[in-house]
């Protein structure tokens, strides 16, 4: 009897973790959504919404308030299945995914492998709790087989400090900061006309190692 006991408990926890996972990474409905309005020159936000804890949609909202801050108009797209692979129009594109079992979520995965966003200015961001580098390199490849022109990929952490001798409890506020930052230099450079790839102030932004300026490309 036991035995039984212990086996459908197993079954139940299984079936468990198979529903979460199947909600928190299915795809939300295609809306375009725009977050701020004025400057003829736009940001667009590429994200996958986190139904569990939120934290991309909290970055999504701190990349918005960078680009306005920086003169862009600002919207914002879902990534699914009626995302149109080029969007038109952009001066930067942002993509923000969520991490899922060492990897980039369902929607962003799809959706990148039909993107075309060649010789568009792009920065990405790969959330977690702290455990990232995996997701971060098939990320990587992913936007740069779209033939994106990548000026910065960093991870942030809800779980794991962003930045040295900060604490836990402070890594959400932090990871929007790190965010709202890169955003605004994005459009500062976009709005300027420079290849942004080559400044360090938003190269420095980049790293893995739970530091800002701990490497890079």
Avoid: C
């Avoid at 990929?153 to 900060?166: A, C, D, E, G």
């Amino acid at each position: 009897m036991l035995k039984w006991i212990l086996l459908a408990l197993v079954v139940m926890v299984i079936l468990a973790v198979v529903g979460v996972t199947f909600w928190v990474q299915t795809e939300a409905p295609f809306r375009r959504v725009t977050l701020a309005e004025g400057p003829a020159e736009r940001a667009l936000i590429l994200y996958h919404t986190s139904r569990d804890a939120h934290f991309s949609d909290d970055l999504a909202a701190a990349l918005a308030q960078g680009f306005e801050e920086g003169g862009l108009s600002v919207d914002r797209w879902p990534m699914t299945k009626s995302t149109p692979p080029r969007p038109e129009g952009y001066a930067v594109v942002a993509v923000v995914s969520n991490t899922f079992f060492g990897a980039p979520d369902w929607p962003t995965a799809r959706y990148l492998e039909r993107a075309k966003l060649t010789d568009l200015d792009t920065i990405a961001i790969i959330a977690g709790s702290g455990s990232t580098d995996r997701a971060e390199r098939l990320l990587r490849a992913k936007l740069e087989k779209t033939g994106a022109r990548l000026l910065a990929l960093r991870p942030l952490w809800i779980k794991r400090p962003n930045t040295p001798n900060s604490h836990t409890k402070d890594n959400r506020e932090i990871a929007m900061g790190l965010a709202r930052a890169m955003a605004t230099k994005a459009a500062d450079n976009a709005r300027a006309g420079k290849p942004a790839r080559d400044d360090p102030a938003l190269r420095i932004m980049e790293g893995s190692e739970g530091a800002a300026g701990s490497r890079v490309q």
